[in-house]
């Protein structure tokens, strides 16, 4: 590990939870990021007069159990030593029978009854105060920070924003600094993973003159999009109880509402771990990069892949670091960007108790964001799900008390992988770290 990053940990030894406390929105009036406009044809969403989903219980166990409900079309949200727990519906129910997975089900309205943001969960972010609150710190930052949208939904109305650390370029200026990219929300009900990318954010704007963040700051190029899918965060709590609702907005007929933007992107697009039906919660879409989030991101990575060399995104819920491969079983290919990715993922747990494995050791996946950005693009790529461990201590939903621990347990991470932006591969240098040896979690939103 370099001298700074051996500063960092030194420094960020001594923070706290309480020390990443929400605070109220920043004045936006003299800032005027860019907005990035779409003209769409297609419908857009409306809510279905009814939910018809089912909470899902299947009693199977391994990763060739998991990945057989998940191909039936089910969403696994939860896993215990013997079941799965997940989103589905009654077609999907008589999959399961004709395999012979014993199950129960019950409504998805039965299974969940959160409001909509109490006033005790007041602090996470909704799409207008997260956009006046990203305005907030580029006025805030000395000219550190610059705003701009990747791209938009299928509602027309809300930018996927960028906030962008560069001491040298702009909004979306050239830069030849080593790059790194955080993002959040690609799933709609997973809103803690708003929060973590801009706390992250907003740590280093109100920390950007301390010595060993002033020191990374000056050689990184650091993106963080809180939030991939505003349309759907926006739907999950819009009508006073929360949805659960993973997808984005897409009107598919039928009273389906959605695509898992997290099934949509190019690399083995359509393949296991995803549906090809509509009302399933991991629905792929007509076709890969189908959904204007997607065609964002994609569109963001490539225009910097000269630069960019990490992409963590964060998801919720069940404490694990996952990275390639999703879409298959077994380790990479390449031997030394395995050994990288296994000393990245095993220096992070150590510091926020999470279990690092690829992502396949849950089930198989396809058509997910870090299976794309490694496998076509060679870029390090990480998939953090956030706390709580499982549905019962909060699931999706775990209340605004979350918000300050889960980002303090993050943190160190989040400048690790920020410090080894120049080049991933050094992580495998011996660090002389203990490694952690966390329980194992139920899952959440993958």
Not at 120 to 144: I, P, W
Not at 275 to 303: L, M, N, R
Request: proline share 6%; charged share 20%; net charge negative.
């Amino acid at each position: 590990m370099k001298p700074i990053a051996l500063a960092l940990t030194a420094a960020l030894c001594a923070l706290t939870p309480a020390s990443f406390a929400a605070e109220a929105s920043f004045d936006a009036k003299s800032s005027k990021p860019a907005a990035f406009k779409f003209e769409r044809k297609e419908r857009v969403a409306k809510p279905a007069a009814e939910d018809d989903r089912l909470w899902i219980t299947a009693t199977v166990s391994g990763a060739s159990g998991r990945t057989a409900v998940v191909n039936a079309g089910i969403s696994i949200e939860e896993i215990a030593a013997d079941s799965v727990g997940g989103v589905g519906n009654a077609r999907m129910t008589q999959r399961l029978t004709r395999l012979g997975i014993p199950f129960k089900a019950v409504p998805l309205a039965q299974r969940f009854h959160a409001e909509d943001f109490p006033a005790e969960d007041a602090a996470f972010h909704n799409y207008q105060r997260l956009t006046a609150d990203l305005q907030g710190l580029v006025a805030a930052s000395g000219g550190l920070a610059s705003l701009f949208s990747i791209g938009g939904g299928w509602q027309g109305d809300k930018q996927i924003w960028c906030l962008r650390l560069n001491t040298t370029a702009k909004g979306e200026e050239k830069s030849n600094k080593p790059a790194i990219v955080y993002m959040g929300t690609h799933h709609a009900r997973e809103h803690l993973s708003t929060e973590v990318p801009f706390l992250l954010a907003k740590y280093l704007v109100e920390n950007r003159d301390k010595p060993e963040i002033a020191g990374l700051l000056a050689k990184r190029d650091v993106y963080i999009i809180p939030m991939i899918n505003p349309d759907g965060a926006e739907y999950d709590i819009a009508t006073g109880q929360y949805r659960m609702h993973r997808k984005n907005t897409r009107d598919n007929g039928g009273g389906s509402v959605g695509v898992d933007l997290n099934r949509n992107y190019g690399y083995h697009w359509g393949e296991g771990g995803s549906s090809g039906e509509p009302d399933s919660d991991i629905y792929h879409g007509p076709s890969a990069f189908s959904e204007p989030e997607t065609q964002a991101v994609k569109k963001f990575v490539e225009d910097r892949l000269d630069t960019l060399k990490i992409l963590l995104t964060f998801h919720s819920f069940s404490e694990l670091i996952l990275y390639p491969w999703g879409h298959k079983n077994g380790p990479l290919d390449d031997t030394k960007a395995q050994t990288a990715y296994e000393t990245l993922a095993k220096t992070m747990a150590q510091w926020n108790g999470y279990t690092p494995e690829h992502s396949s050791d849950l089930y198989i996946a396809s058509g997910d964001t870090t299976d794309w950005a490694w496998g076509a693009h060679k870029i390090f790529a990480f998939t953090f799900e956030l706390t709580p461990k499982s549905m019962w201590d909060g699931g999706f939903y775990p209340g605004a008390g979350a918000i300050s621990s889960t980002f303090a347990a993050n943190l160190k991470p989040a400048l690790y992988l920020l410090d080894l932006a120049d080049d991933p591969y050094r992580a495998s240098a011996p660090l002389g770290l203990t490694r952690a040896q966390p329980s194992n979690p139920t899952t959440g939103g993958r």
